[in-house]
């Protein structure tokens, strides 16, 4: 048994190669339950391809290869062992562009639970589909037009929905890869109370090109650059008083 406090996730001297070209470079990183971690750093450095190595997200891209180790509760999520399908409902993802199936609302949140066998009775499903909505903040939106097409949402409704599917599957990790990038100011104000709330009942990894966004929703911040992750601490710390000078550069907008 894991004692309280120990990390959720941890990574050792992880490597990302796609062909022969080198994303990221021997990252060691411990990720907290109890936090909101933020990726954060220029375009192109590697956090996104991190993310998705936590999930093994990267498994679809044939050219992908992903060196060192990776451990969700002490288990190597690369072991042969580990089943991947298994491994995504206890690590979800939430994606940059709200993707809902082109079902409906009821159903998006619906499917997860159903495959994995989480509802034994349509009441048990009922009652996950309407869970998932109110921890998500969108029940009271959408509770009488559960039949309607989830594609028919606004662009932060949609996003809510994806992250009322990832957690109706009961996950430990929720993994998001700049989740507002697409969305106004009002719908990214609402997902950052939802991060807000949902702190603490998963451990949850953000990828965001926005260091305010940061400041305001992690507790944890790892900046990344050149495929290297280049410093990780306490939130605060990172942006006050850093302890790399590429760090410093990038929090006082020298570069990105």
Same mark, same amino acid.
């Given at each position: 048994m894991e004692h309280p406090g120990a990390p959720?996730?941890?990574?050792?001297? &992880?490597? &990302? /190669? /796609?062909?022969?070209k080198k994303a990221i470079d021997q990252v060691t990183i411990d990720i907290p339950a109890e936090y909101v971690t933020a990726f954060i750093g220029p375009s192109g450095c590697g956090k996104s391809t991190f993310l998705r190595t936590l999930n093994r997200m990267n498994d679809t891209i044939p050219s992908a290869r992903v060196e060192g180790t990776i451990e969700l509760d002490g288990d190597d999520v690369y072991a042969s062992s580990m089943d991947v399908v298994q491994l995504r409902a206890r690590v979800g993802m939430v994606f940059q562009k709200p993707n809902p199936f082109p079902k409906s609302i009821y159903d998006n949140v619906a499917y997860g639970p159903s495959i994995h066998g989480l509802a034994p009775t349509k009441a048990d499903l009922d009652q996950i589909v309407e869970k998932s909505l109110q921890r998500a903040g969108l029940w009271n939106e959408v509770k009488d037009r559960l039949q309607e097409s989830g594609t028919a949402l606004s662009g932060g409704q949609q996003q809510r929905l994806c992250i009322a599917r990832a957690i109706a599957v009961d996950p430990e990790v929720i993994l998001m890869d700049e989740p507002c990038s697409a969305l106004d100011p009002i719908a990214t104000a609402k997902i950052e109370e939802l991060i807000d709330e949902l702190q603490g009942r998963y451990a949850i990894v953000i990828v965001t090109h926005s260091m305010q966004q940061a400041a305001r929703v992690s507790q944890r911040t790892a900046f990344f650059h050149l495929g290297e992750m280049v410093e990780y601490g306490p939130t605060d710390a990172i942006f006050t008083t850093p302890q790399e000078e590429r760090t410093k550069d990038y929090i006082t907008g020298r570069y990105g």
């Open positions: 959720k996730m941890r990574t050792k001297d &992880v490597s &990302v /190669y /796609y062909g022969d």
